[in-house]
């Protein structure tokens, strides 16, 4: 009898997270920010000394969805900072990888999102209202990163993401920085999130 592939990873925190069934239990937010701190968004292949992560780009996505939607809930805005958290395993594949490889990535991501929300007193499943409020902060910032240090033209970042209105992405600009300074002030804010919810 053939034995069944290991499908667990250790965890800094010592976890043991089964990445095909995860739960709640296996999941540290120290974890989550390490891990989101070291992985590079568009393949690395940005512009500048330090690779773009996710932890970065999900603090922009929490700013501009707190912009877009003033009176969000803490619990929403804390949905909004964790809408890419399973990248911390999986890590992060550029939208047409995400299409070729199927539904397979999806539904493993979505086990994940539900086991993080879960561990951390948010609805398993993200209404679609809310869902789509976070999609369009998320194109923003994509916006934003193309057109900063993806070597997209404005152009064409326009046709693929559309272009943010100038009031909502005003005063914000891509940061660039070592992954443990990252690490930290993502961890911060999930902190203080965390606290007020």
Same mark, same amino acid.
């Given at each position: 009898?053939?034995?069944? /592939? ?15 069934? !995860? ?46 939607? /003033?009176?969000a809930t803490v619990a ?9 958290? /399973? ?16 539904? =397979? ?17 948010? !609805?398993?499943?993200? /209404? ?36 943010p209105d100038s009031t909502?992405?005003?005063?914000? =600009?891509?940061?660039?920085? !070592? !992954?443990?300074?990252?690490?930290a002030d993502f961890t ?10």
């Open positions: 009898m053939a034995k069944a /592939p290991r499908a667990w990873q250790r965890m800094l925190s010592g976890r043991r997270l089964d990445l095909l069934d !995860p739960t709640p239990v296996d999941i540290e937010i120290a974890d989550i920010a390490h891990g989101l701190a070291f992985v590079a968004r568009w393949n690395g292949q940005t512009r500048g000394d330090y690779a773009y992560s996710v932890a970065e780009h999900s603090l922009l996505v929490e700013t501009l969805f707190s912009r877009l939607c /003033p009176r929403d805005r804390l949905t909004a900072l964790l809408h890419d958290a /399973p990248e911390y395993v999986i890590g992060d594949m550029i939208s047409p990888v995400k299409n070729a490889v199927g539904p =397979g990535y999806e539904e493993l991501d979505k086990r994940l999102a539900a086991a993080i929300h879960i561990r951390f007193g948010l !609805p398993a499943a993200v /209404p679609a209202p809310l869902k789509k409020q976070i999609k369009k902060a998320d194109r923003i910032s994509a916006w934003m990163e193309a057109t900063q240090i993806a070597g997209f033209a404005e152009a064409e970042a326009d046709r693929f993401f559309g272009r909502l992405i005003a005063g914000l =600009g891509i940061r660039l920085r !070592p !992954p443990v300074e990252t690490r911060a804010r999930f902190d203080a999130l965390l606290k007020a919810l």
